[in-house]
């Protein structure tokens, strides 16, 4: 994805390069410490993803959407979690990252981004349905919301301890519950935080925090062995803290 | 005020890389001085509306270098401002005084 960056703080400018410099998708064109420069950029050129500080002097970040007939995606930068609900009047705002930006958060929202990506491609709108509806802002970053009977139940992250593909549905193994839901092992996988979740088989995503032991192709999870595959195995050993 | 600035955020952003890390301190060696000055400035002044946008902008330098209560309360002290209340002026200037002089050491 092409992108630009935009925001009056040099220091954000260039921690946004940095975290988009350890993405391989990623490529930054240019950056802009004003909105008018970014316009008259995007007059000629054409990009995928602009990183968007709301909070700029005399013209704002939803002054600088305003200008734009076809906007990309948009990711917000900002200090501020107090523009967030003006923020979802846009559809082309796919996520929005509080600053000082943390990797994992922002790996996040560039998955988000992706996938956007993906279902404008494809006209494949009806699939993001809202079985599982996403998190609409960072303080709720530990819930999910999954819809069971039209009720939406609140899962607290961190208390999954793992998830399995059951055909059209996904098993939801939490430490108190199991929940059974319409939707893809992909698409609960973009709702987890990656610093905490990891795909280790092409059915399973376990919580990386609730595992008791490993053996040579498979983790105990409380009382489930879920198998590890070959090639998912280097990335699960390299989060591992080990001696 | 119990918290200390830290290099945390910005040793784990560089992921390793000493160049970035000289380089993105170099930045805010730049800009926070002039940052808080213009602060001070509007503040001494009495435009609250423009301290609050100062403050606003040196949350983000506040909450690079560890400062969690003290993010807390540059998140307050904006709020403050714009309604012309100024009772979290000291505590926020402490902060960014030990800013200030962690960056001297740096």
Same mark, same amino acid.
């Given at each position: 994805m092409n992108c630009i960056i935009i925001d009056d703080e040099e220091t954000a400018r260039m921690i946004i390069q940095q975290l988009c410099s350890q993405v391989d998708e990623l490529n930054v064109i240019e950056d802009f410490p004003n909105a008018i420069q970014a316009i008259k950029f995007l007059n000629k050129e054409e990009v995928d993803l602009i990183f968007l500080d709301?909070?700029?002097?005399?013209?704002t970040g939803f002054d600088f959407i305003d200008t734009?007939?076809?906007?990309?995606k948009i990711i917000l930068t900002t200090?501020?979690?107090?523009?967030a609900l003006e923020a979802?009047?846009?559809?082309? =705002?796919v996520d929005y990252l509080v600053k000082p930006i943390t990797l994992p958060r922002f790996l996040k929202a560039i998955q988000k981004a992706e996938s956007a990506t993906t279902v404008t491609t494809t006209e494949?709108?009806?699939?993001?349905?809202?079985e599982l509806p996403s998190n609409t802002s960072s303080s709720e970053e530990n819930e999910l919301y999954i819809n069971i009977d039209r009720r939406l139940i609140k899962i607290? =992250?961190?208390?999954?301890?793992l998830i399995e593909a059951k055909g059209d549905y996904v098993l939801i193994k939490t430490e108190k519950q199991n929940y059974t839901v319409h939707s893809t092992l992909k698409k609960v996988e973009e709702k987890l935080p990656t610093d905490l979740f990891?795909?280790?088989?092409?059915?399973y995503i376990i919580? =990386?925090?609730?595992?008791i032991d490993i053996e040579d192709n498979s983790v105990l999870i409380a009382k489930d062995v879920i198998p590890v595959s070959r090639s998912n195995r280097p990335e699960l050993m390299k989060r591992l803290n080990m001696l | 005020m119990n918290e200390t600035p830290n290099l945390i955020y910005i040793k784990e952003l560089a992921a390793g890389s000493e160049a970035f890390e000289q380089k993105l301190i170099g930045i805010v060696k730049r800009e926070f001085p002039d940052e808080k000055d213009e602060f001070l400035k509007n503040y001494t002044s009495k435009a609250y509306t423009k301290a609050a946008e100062n403050v606003h902008k040196l949350k983000h330098k506040i909450g690079m270098f560890g400062f969690e209560e003290g993010y807390q309360t540059a998140i307050d002290f904006e709020e403050e401002l714009k309604s012309?209340?100024?009772?979290?002026y000291s505590k926020f200037i402490l902060i960014l005084e030990s800013i200030e002089h962690f960056l001297k050491t740096l």
């Open positions: 709301i909070h700029m002097p005399d013209f734009l007939k076809n906007p990309p200090s501020d979690k107090n523009f979802f009047e846009y559809e082309c =705002i494949a709108s009806a699939e993001t349905s809202t607290n =992250i961190p208390t999954i301890n990891l795909k280790v088989h092409r059915s919580n =990386i925090k609730k595992i | 012309s209340n100024t009772s979290l």
